[in-house]
């Protein structure tokens, strides 16, 4: 309801949109504390302590929230600096999953930026752009690729 009545050129829709998404998702799930206070020490900028929170409700049988999980787990694992377990835990999600679009996104900036093999990191923007030709990021990415062959 606080959605439906929020102007999308108000700062914070985007947010609101990504919590309505989050609580939907988690609905009944008992987890969903624990998620919570994970994203508080994100918000907080406790990195350390959020990833611990999620690694303990990263096996749980919802495959779509496992997933999500992962993913915010792996994101973490990115910005500490541990591209390695990103990687481990990216490479995890499930391929029919509504998180695979930035799951392979994610790897293929590591490989890219990151570890600097500009092959594998090729080969990931490809399969990108065959999987997800509808994507908002298909246009940046086939920019990239040029760039990467020139």
């Known amino acids: ?3 439906k009545k929020t102007s999308q050129d108000y700062i914070y829709y985007n947010d609101l949109l990504s919590i309505k998404h989050d609580v939907l998702l ?3 799930d008992i987890n969903f504390q624990n998620y919570s206070l994970a994203m508080l020490k994100i ?6 302590e959020a990833i611990n929170i999620l690694e303990s409700i990263l ?10 999980i992962k993913f915010d787990c792996s994101y973490l694992y990115f910005l500490q600096g541990n591209f390695n377990k990103s990687l ?10 509504s998180f695979s679009e930035h799951s392979m996104l994610l ?3 590591i490989y890219d930026y990151k570890i600097r093999n500009k092959s594998i990191a090729a080969d990931l923007y490809m399969e990108f752009l065959n999987n997800f030709p509808l994507s908002i990021y298909y246009e940046s990415i086939r920019i990239r690729l040029r760039e990467l062959a020139g």
């Open 26 to 28: 988690f609905a009944d």
């Open 1 to 3: 309801l606080m959605i």
């Open 107 to 109: 790897k293929a900036e």
């Open 88 to 97: 481990e835990l990216v490479n995890s999600i499930a391929d029919n999953s």
């Open 43 to 48: 918000f907080q900028n406790k990195r350390t």
């Open 59 to 68: 096996e749980i049988d919802n495959v779509e929230i496992s997933n999500k």
